[in-house]
C-alpha cells in the first residue's frame, strides 16, 4: 500500500539555525500539506501546496518558514532560523485530486531546538 | 469558524470494555469528518471517515462512528477494547469538496487497563 514518508524521523538544531524537513507523497497525489504537532497539543495546520504553489496557509506559517516541490517527488518544508517555540511533530500529507479525498499523513519528523 | 471539540482529554477503559469517545464539530459548510489514530511516537492513522449516506460508518480494527448532524457530533465507538488500542484519538473535519485543511481537536488519549 503506498504511503507517505518522511524524513529524518527526528532532528535536534541549534536555535537560529536552519533546517529542512523532507516528505514524499504518495506519487500519484496533487495536493501536499504540512501540519505540526507542538508536544501535548493539537494537530495544527501550517501550508497546503497545489500545482507548485501555495494554496493556503496559517497564521503561524510566517516569512520563517517556506515550502518547495524541487523535484517530482519530494515536498520540503524550510525553516529558515529556527526558534525554541518551533520544537514540535512535523506531519506532511497528500491527497489526490477531487472530492472527498483523504490526506494520507507521513510518520512525522520531531524537531527539537535547543 | 470551524472547530473541533474533544471533551475528554484521557479516558481509561477495563480490556473488553466498550468505549466512545466523544467529537462535536462546527462547520459552516457540509463537513467531511474524520477519526485518526496516534500510537506513541508514531504518525496518523486514518480510523474512518464520514461524508454522506449512512451515518453509522465503519472503519478499520473494529471501530465505527455516528454522525448526528442534529447534535454536530461524530462520536466514536468500539464494543470491546483491546490493550493495543491504547493511543490518542482524533477527531478532524474537513470540506466535503476536498483539498482542504483538516482542522483538528485536541485528542483524547485512551489507556487501557487489565
Known amino acids: 500500500e503506498p504511503e507517505v514518508t518522511q524524513t529524518p524521523s527526528h532532528q535536534v538544531t541549534q536555535m537560529g539555525q536552519e533546517v529542512i524537513l523532507r516528505c514524499v507523497p504518495i506519487?500519484?497525489?496533487?495536493?501536499f500539506y504540512w501540519y505540526r504537532q507542538i508536544l501535548g497539543q493539537k494537530v495544527e495546520f501550517l501550508v497546503s501546496f497545489y500545482n507548485n504553489e501555495i494554496s493556503e496557509k496559517s497564521e503561524i506559517f510566517d516569512d520563517q518558514f517556506s515550502v518547495e516541490r524541487p523535484d517530482g517527488s519530494n515536498f520540503t518544508l524550510k525553516i529558515r532560523s529556527t526558534k525554541l517555540e518551533d520544537s514540535a511533530m512535523y506531519f506532511c500529507a497528500s491527497n489526490g485530486q477531487g472530492v472527498r479525498e483523504t490526506q494520507y499523513f507521513g510518520p512525522g519528523t520531531r524537531l527539537l531546538v535547543l | 469558524a470551524q472547530s473541533v471539540t474533544q471533551p475528554d482529554i484521557h479516558i481509561t477503559v477495563s480490556e473488553g470494555a466498550s468505549l466512545e469517545l466523544r467529537c462535536n464539530y462546527s462547520y459552516g459548510a457540509t463537513p467531511y469528518l474524520f477519526w485518526y489514530v496516534q500510537s506513541p511516537g508514531q504518525g496518523l492513522q486514518l480510523l474512518l471517515k464520514y461524508f454522506s449516506g449512512d451515518t453509522l460508518v465503519q472503519g478499520i480494527k473494529g471501530f465505527e462512528a455516528e454522525f448526528k448532524r442534529s447534535q454536530s457530533s461524530f462520536n466514536l465507538r468500539k464494543p470491546s477494547v483491546h490493550w493495543s488500542d491504547a493511543a490518542e484519538y482524533f477527531c478532524a473535519v474537513g470540506s466535503y469538496s476536498g483539498n482542504t485543511p483538516l482542522v483538528f481537536g485536541k485528542g483524547t488519549r485512551l489507556s487501557v487497563i487489565a
Open positions: 506519487s500519484n497525489h496533487l495536493y
